[in-house]
């Protein structure tokens, strides 16, 4: 069975940090690229960062390049995501994906092919 899950969120102050992981099982982990996803109520979700399956090739999004940071431990089939230097906008529910198809880019710009698959997401909260 094809597991993903996303947690590390929680009540951060603004201009803090966190780190979020995402952890796989039931398919080839180093083999599938990963990526972090985050979505507010009334708006579409947004690919903010992904990384290929052996860690080399990372992709950002305008909106958080500089300021977050993808990464992977293909040993621990654990993904994570170091945020700082958050604001109230970052609020959001945030979620991991992976795909044994698509590239790290591919995978941001447009969410998982018909082969790949959501987890199951973490609320991160950004408020004083």
């Known amino acids: 069975e094809v597991q993903l899950q996303a947690y590390g969120g929680g009540l951060v102050q603004p201009g803090g940090s966190v780190r979020l992981s995402c952890q796989g099982s039931?398919?080839?982990?180093?083999?599938?690229?990963l990526g972090w996803f985050r979505q507010v109520p009334g708006k579409e979700r947004e690919g903010l960062a992904c990384?290929?399956?052996?860690?080399?090739?990372?992709y950002y999004s305008d909106s958080v390049k500089g300021r977050f940071t993808v990464s992977r431990d293909n040993a621990q089939n654990t993904a994570y995501l170091q945020m700082n230097v958050l604001n109230p906008e970052d609020t959001a529910v945030y979620y991991c994906?992976?795909?044994?198809?698509?590239?790290?880019?591919?995978?941001?710009?447009?969410?998982?092919?018909?082969?790949?698959?959501w987890g199951q997401g973490t609320l991160v909260t950004i408020s004083s």
């Open positions: 039931g398919f080839r982990f180093g083999e599938a690229a």
């Open positions: 994906a992976a795909d044994p198809q698509r590239i790290s880019s591919l995978l941001c710009e447009e969410g998982p092919s018909g082969l790949g698959f």
């Open positions: 990384i290929s399956g052996g860690g080399s090739v990372a």
